[in-house]
C-alpha cells in the first residue's frame, strides 16, 4: 500500500520561491500519479498541479506558469515548486496519490496529512 508524507512548508516571504517535497513508500509507487492540493482556512481544498506515472503534469488556475512538479522515482519523491509565492498562496498544502492522473479530489484516494505554508508580505 502506497503511503504518502509532505514536508518543506514553512514560513516564506512573498515573492520567494517554495519547494514541496511528497515522499512515498510503497513498492508500486512508480504506477501511481500524485496530486497536490491546497486548503486555506475557511475555504474548500482546492487542486494545485499533478504528475502522472510518465510525467505528463497538469496545473490548477492559481499556480499555472509559475509552479513546476516534478518525480524521481528511485527516490520515490514527487516535488512541488511555487514561485512567485503570493499571500493567497498561504494554505496547508496536502499531496495525494492514485492510479488515476487526475485533477479531481475525488479520485485520489491516499492521502498525506499536509504541511503549512505561511507566506508573509
Known amino acids: 500500500q502506497v503511503q504518502v508524507t509532505e514536508s518543506g512548508g514553512g514560513l516564506v516571504q512573498a515573492g520567494d520561491s517554495l519547494r514541496l517535497s511528497c515522499a512515498a513508500s510503497g513498492p508500486t509507487f512508480s504506477d501511481f500519479a500524485v496530486g497536490w492540493f491546497r486548503q486555506a482556512p475557511g475555504k474548500e481544498r482546492e487542486f494545485v498541479g499533478a504528475i502522472s506515472w510518465n510525467r505528463d503534469t497538469l496545473f490548477g488556475e492559481s499556480v499555472k506558469g509559475r509552479s513546476s512538479i516534478s518525480r524521481d522515482n528511485a527516490k520515490q519523491m514527487v516535488y512541488l515548486q511555487i514561485d512567485s509565492l503570493r499571500i493567497e498562496d498561504e494554505a496547508v498544502y496536502f499531496c495525494?496519490?492514485?492510479?488515476?492522473?487526475?485533477?479531481?479530489?475525488?479520485?485520489?484516494?491516499?492521502w498525506g496529512r499536509g504541511t503549512q505554508v505561511t507566506v508573509s508580505s
Open positions: 495525494a496519490a492514485d492510479r488515476r492522473f487526475s485533477r479531481l479530489i475525488t479520485q485520489y484516494d491516499i
